[in-house]
Each structure stands twice: as structure tokens, then as C-alpha cells.
């Protein structure tokens, strides 16, 4: 079936200083590829998305590349924010509708 | 703001209870998706409705029931509920399903004392 796998958190860092999480998928077909982000009692919200191998998604500084050879669709940001400090979701949907998500990594960014 | 509604915010009831919780989809999305999230078993898919009709199962219970309706909101029954149920149940719809991106609504937290 279809899974993924992300990086353990949590991750603390300092503003401006750059963000990476790792994230490896399993699937049998060939998903879409989405990174949600959860603030602080709040719902999720879609953060970027690829569709197909090499697509490019960004939003808010943040990019991810779907890279089929590799099976993955690391989250970057150059420089992060206060604001920043949330709970981020990998997660893939295929063919069977629904979505399947990564344990989540707490990302604290300190002032 | 998704464009996807729940009710109630929070719910507090007692084991053995019987709770619904609503979801009103984005305006045009035909799918809606129940998920539920908790501490130890993370974000995990429950059900799926396609304009009405049950299209995907996930790991939902049996104790545990879902419909869409004409107008496309959907209800969410959980019944006879145990300590293990607290958790944040989220709603989430798309214009149709398959790989659609999925807009989540902001959770409905129950917590069964």
C-alpha cells in the first residue's frame, strides 16, 4: 500500500536560518505529492503540491520537487520566520482517493 | 479559511455516548473526507463521500457511521464511544477525488471523558 515517511521532529531553529525536511513515499501508481502545514490550533492547510515526477511546487518560500528516482519530496525554506513555527504533513494521494500522511514534524523557529 | 465548515468546535461527552459531527464542503466540491487525528495514531483516513455515495473506506470503525447528503454536507456518527475516541476529527473536500488537493475545514476536537 501506500505510505510515507518523514523525518522526525522537532526541529528548532532560528530565524533566517534554512529548513529542510525529508520526506520518502511508497505508492503502487503514481500520486500527487502535497505538503500541508498545521499552526497552533488550527486545521491544515495545503502548503504546495506536485503533480508529476520533477514538478517544482512553491508557495510562501517554501519549495519541494517531486523526484521519482528517489521517491521524495523534501520540504526547503532559505529562511524562516517566527511564523513559521508549525506542525508540516507530507502526504501523497493516489488513485485509491484518499490521502496518506507522514507523522508530522513540529518545526519551532526562536526569535 | 478553507471554504470548509465544521460544527461543533469542541464536544465533551461521556462514554457510551452517541455524538454527530457535521461538515459543509467548499461551494462545487462533490467529495468530502473524514479524518482523524490523534496522538498516537497520527492523521488517519476514515471515510469518503462522492455526491452521496460512499466511494473510499479507510480505517474507520464500525461503531463509527458517515453520510453526504443532497445538499452535499455530510455528518459523521460516532456511537458508543470509548476514552480511545478522543481526538480531533477533521473534514476535508475536493471538486472531485482521486489526486484533487484536499481543503480541510478547522476540526472538530471531541473529547469522551
Known amino acids: 500500500g501506500n505510505s510515507v515517511t518523514q523525518m522526525e521532529g522537532p526541529v528548532t531553529l532560528s530565524e533566517e536560518a534554512f529548513l529542510t525536511i525529508n520526506c520518502t513515499y511508497t505508492?503502487?501508481?503514481?500520486?500527487?505529492l502535497f505538503w500541508y502545514v498545521q499552526y497552533p490550533g488550527e486545521g491544515l492547510q495545503l502548503l504546495l503540491k506536485?503533480?508529476?515526477?520533477?514538478d517544482k511546487g512553491s508557495n510562501k518560500g517554501f519549495e519541494a520537487t517531486y523526484r521519482k528516482e528517489t521517491t521524495s519530496f523534501h520540504l526547503e525554506k532559505g529562511s524562516v520566520q517566527v511564523s513559521d513555527s508549525a506542525v508540516y504533513f507530507c502526504a501523497l494521494s493516489d488513485a485509491d482517493y484518499k490521502l496518506s500522511f507522514g507523522a508530522g514534524t513540529t518545526v519551532t523557529v526562536r526569535a | 479559511d478553507s471554504g470548509v465548515t465544521q460544527t461543533p468546535k469542541h464536544l465533551i461527552t461521556a462514554t457510551g455516548q452517541r455524538v454527530t459531527l457535521r461538515c459543509s464542503p467548499r461551494?462545487?466540491?462533490?467529495?468530502v473526507y473524514w479524518y482523524q487525528q490523534s496522538l498516537d495514531q497520527g492523521l488517519q483516513f476514515l471515510i469518503q463521500?462522492?455526491?452521496?455515495?460512499?466511494?473510499a473506506k479507510g480505517n474507520i470503525l464500525e461503531r463509527f457511521s458517515a453520510q453526504q447528503f443532497p445538499d452535499l454536507h455530510s455528518e459523521l456518527n460516532l456511537s458508543s464511544l470509548e476514552l480511545g475516541d478522543s481526538a480531533l476529527y477533521f473534514c476535508a473536500s475536493s471538486v472531485v477525488g482521486g489526486k484533487d488537493e484536499q481543503f480541510f475545514g478547522p476540526g472538530t476536537r471531541l473529547t469522551v471523558l
Open positions: 463521500y462522492y455526491n452521496g455515495e460512499e466511494r
Open positions: 506536485a503533480t508529476k515526477a520533477d
Open positions: 461551494s462545487g466540491d462533490l467529495s
Open positions: 505508492a503502487t501508481g503514481y500520486p500527487s
